[in-house]
């Protein structure tokens, strides 16, 4: 029962990206997500996210928002004792230097007004040495009167999640590459936390350890969605089906947004005795981005979306978050049911991830289908790494 799991593994979850979120910290673009209903008006929270300290919070005005974590002044932790000041910014706890959330700016009344200071900078601040002119000289002026600012993260709440933007290049910090799907409301919804298809086979064809007769059979196509011919591979044999996909194509896929979608398609199948076979429901699924990924399951009993984010705290660190809507066809006890499949299945998983290691050269065997599969979706997330050298610069300054 513990579908949830197998299936979105099926797409971000795998046995290979496993191995490159445990290594790397995925650098660009990447989101931050937390659940809306944790964060009421007034709340502050401090969080770790990519290896940095961020402090999110929401406003007076009902509004999340993110920023840097530390004060621009003496560097104290907003998140650790700081709290929510007029409509949009929050108040160092130390001496109650504010910032705005919606600009990053140093504020010094509800109307906005700009906070102003001479910048000072340690004149070797490797070795604390003073200035070799002026002996005992260890601080100088670098700025006359400068605005005050600290980092700013593009930030949205969407689909009872908060999300935040990061990206490695200066130039798209503001500009997000993509957007989150907005899935339909009319969904019951339930929180659960929480491209390698042959690892699924192999690992997960049992239902239950003492049924061993009833097992699953899958079958799976992905392709990236920049791929001309994506229609024509996405067709099915059942006609609502392949109407349904086409369906979410249509609705999901964007010029804007193409180029960092990887598409799924998996059908899964009872099959009894090894023999006899029905089938169960095929799940349509869209990797959006490097941590973001949606999956959507029709079937002839059921209707289900499954949303799942990975967050990177730190390295070899990732925080997974699962979120279920489901139509009324299917009770709150099966979906528990899962759940507790699920972590079964999550930490027999863990104990091949932590004992492996990532190759950084990879050895397919281009005859087979699912080595095709992965090789393709391997060089697809590879853009997703793109500027990890950036990743290390400012992560100590206080302004930005």
């Given at each position: 029962?513990?579908?949830?799991?197998?299936?979105?593994?099926?797409?971000?979850?795998?046995?290979?990206?496993?191995?490159?979120?445990?290594?790397?910290?995925?650098?660009?673009?990447?989101?931050?997500?937390?659940?809306?209903?944790?964060?009421?008006?007034?709340?502050?929270?401090?969080?770790?996210?990519?290896?940095?300290?961020?402090?999110?919070?929401?406003?007076?005005?009902?509004?999340?928002?993110?920023?840097?974590?530390?004060?621009?002044?003496?560097?104290?932790?907003?998140?650790?004792?700081?709290?929510?000041?007029?409509?949009?910014?929050?108040?160092?706890?130390?001496?109650?230097?504010?910032?705005?959330?919606?600009?990053?700016?140093?504020?010094?009344?509800?109307?906005?007004?700009?906070?102003?200071?001479?910048?000072?900078?340690?004149?070797?601040?490797?070795?604390?040495?003073?200035?070799?002119?002026?002996?005992?000289?260890?601080?100088?002026?670098?700025?006359?009167?400068?605005?005050?600012?600290?980092?700013?993260?593009?930030?949205?709440?969407?689909?009872?999640?908060?999300?935040?933007?990061?990206?490695?290049?200066?130039?798209?910090?503001?500009?997000?590459?993509?957007d989150p799907f907005i899935l339909e409301s009319e969904l019951k919804k339930e929180n659960m936390e929480g491209a390698d298809i042959r690892h699924f086979d192999y690992l997960h064809a049992s239902i239950l350890d003492y049924i061993?007769?009833?097992?699953?059979?899958?079958?799976?196509?992905?392709?990236?969605?920049?791929?001309?011919?994506?229609?024509?591979?996405?067709?099915?044999?059942?006609?609502?089906?392949?109407?349904?996909?086409?369906?979410?194509?249509?609705?999901?896929?964007?010029?804007?947004?193409?180029?960092?979608?990887?598409?799924?398609?998996?059908?899964?199948?009872?099959?009894?005795?090894?023999?006899?076979?029905?089938?169960?429901?095929?799940?349509?699924?869209?990797?959006?981005?490097?941590?973001?990924?949606?999956?959507?399951?029709?079937?002839?009993?059921?209707?289900?979306?499954?949303?799942?984010?990975?967050?990177?705290?730190?390295?070899?660190?990732?925080?997974?978050?699962?979120?279920?809507?489901?139509?009324?066809?299917?009770?709150?006890?099966?979906?528990?049911?899962?759940?507790?499949?699920?972590?079964?299945?999550?930490?027999?998983?863990?104990?091949?991830?932590?004992?492996?290691?990532?190759?950084?050269?990879?050895?397919?065997?281009?005859?087979?289908?699912?080595?095709k599969y992965l090789q393709s979706w391997r060089n697809w997330y590879a853009q997703f790494y793109e500027g990890c050298h950036e990743y290390e610069k400012n992560v100590e300054s206080l302004s930005w």
């Amino acid at each position: 029962m513990s579908l949830v799991w197998w299936l979105i593994k099926s797409l971000i979850t795998s046995i290979d990206l496993i191995e490159l979120l445990y290594t790397l910290v995925l650098l660009i673009p990447l989101l931050l997500y937390y659940n809306s209903c944790d964060l009421k008006v007034g709340d502050v929270r401090s969080l770790s996210y990519c290896g940095r300290d961020v402090v999110l919070y929401r406003g007076k005005n009902g509004q999340p928002y993110l920023l840097s974590a530390y004060c621009a002044h003496m560097g104290a932790n907003l998140g650790i004792g700081g709290r929510v000041q007029y409509d949009t910014c929050i108040e160092c706890p130390f001496h109650g230097w504010t910032f705005d959330g919606e600009t990053g700016h140093c504020v010094l009344s509800k109307e906005g007004t700009k906070r102003v200071a001479d910048q000072y900078s340690y004149i070797d601040i490797q070795t604390c040495r003073s200035h070799p002119d002026t002996p005992g000289k260890y601080l100088e002026k670098v700025l006359d009167q400068n605005e005050i600012k600290i980092k700013k993260y593009v930030c949205k709440e969407v689909n009872g999640s908060i999300v935040a933007w990061y990206h490695s290049n200066d130039d798209l910090r503001e500009k997000p590459l993509y957007d989150p799907f907005i899935l339909e409301s009319e969904l019951k919804k339930e929180n659960m936390e929480g491209a390698d298809i042959r690892h699924f086979d192999y690992l997960h064809a049992s239902i239950l350890d003492y049924i061993p007769f009833v097992k699953f059979r899958w079958s799976m196509i992905t392709q990236c969605a920049t791929d001309s011919n994506l229609r024509e591979t996405m067709q099915h044999k059942h006609p609502q089906v392949q109407k349904y996909k086409f369906h979410l194509l249509d609705k999901y896929i964007t010029d804007k947004n193409r180029p960092y979608i990887n598409v799924i398609s998996l059908d899964c199948y009872l099959r009894f005795f090894g023999k006899h076979e029905i089938f169960l429901f095929n799940a349509t699924g869209f990797q959006l981005g490097p941590s973001l990924v949606y999956l959507f399951l029709l079937s002839p009993y059921f209707r289900a979306t499954f949303f799942q984010t990975v967050t990177p705290i730190e390295k070899f660190n990732q925080r997974v978050m699962h979120r279920i809507y489901t139509n009324h066809t299917l009770p709150y006890w099966l979906s528990a049911l899962a759940l507790m499949g699920e972590v079964k299945q999550l930490f027999s998983d863990m104990n091949i991830w932590n004992n492996k290691i990532f190759g950084a050269k990879l050895n397919y065997n281009m005859k087979m289908e699912a080595d095709k599969y992965l090789q393709s979706w391997r060089n697809w997330y590879a853009q997703f790494y793109e500027g990890c050298h950036e990743y290390e610069k400012n992560v100590e300054s206080l302004s930005w």
